[in-house]
């Protein structure tokens, strides 16, 4: 099915409350030749009964209902079958998701096959943001810097980005 096409790039933008991870990965994705853009949290709407929606820090007011849990898993699977999908065609795909801490590394562990290039966007002005942070992969405050200005930038820097799931 791919020819001789190599296999595309897994790029993963994530964020914090407060800065925007999806329209970054959109514009990152513009910038290359071959890509889609896979918003996670969009592939919510697709359950249209029964749905139960995590907040952006789930365990804020204590333990995640096993439901919300289960459809947050179920979302970052369909949404990772698809970037593999296009990938295998030769396309970059662009992953985004507002995640952080321990739901990041399981988002991290479904993602096969590795590597992925991941782009953290913070606030780094939050005193908070410093303490809580991941040092894995490429951390960039995205403000007050237009999203194209971001995906430029990222272009530039996504080896720095790269782990290994």
């Keep these: 099915m791919t020819g001789d096409r190599p296999l595309g790039r897994l790029v993963l933008v ?20 071959r ?21 952006d820090d789930p365990m804020a007011s204590g333990p995640p209902p096993p439901d919300g849990v289960e459809q947050l898993f179920l979302r970052w699977l369909a949404g990772i079958a698809v970037a593999e999908t296009y990938q295998r065609g030769g396309f970059d795909a662009v992953l985004s998701e507002r995640v952080a801490g321990d739901l990041l590394d399981d988002l991290l562990d479904f993602v096969d096959p ?17 303490a809580d942070a991941d040092r894995r992969g490429l951390h960039l405050d995205p403000r007050p810097i237009p999203p194209d200005q971001v995906a430029a930038t990222l272009v530039d820097r996504l080896d720095e980005a790269l782990v290994r799931s």
């Design 14 to 33: 994530t964020g914090a409350s407060g800065v925007d991870p999806h329209e970054v990965a959109r514009a990152l994705a513009l910038r290359f030749d």
């Design 35 to 55: 890509a889609v853009h896979v918003d996670l949290e969009a592939l919510q709407q697709l359950v249209v009964t029964g749905s139960v929606v995590m907040t």
């Design 114 to 130: 590795s590597p992925v290039h991941l782009v953290v966007l913070r606030d780094v002005a939050d005193p908070t943001a410093e």
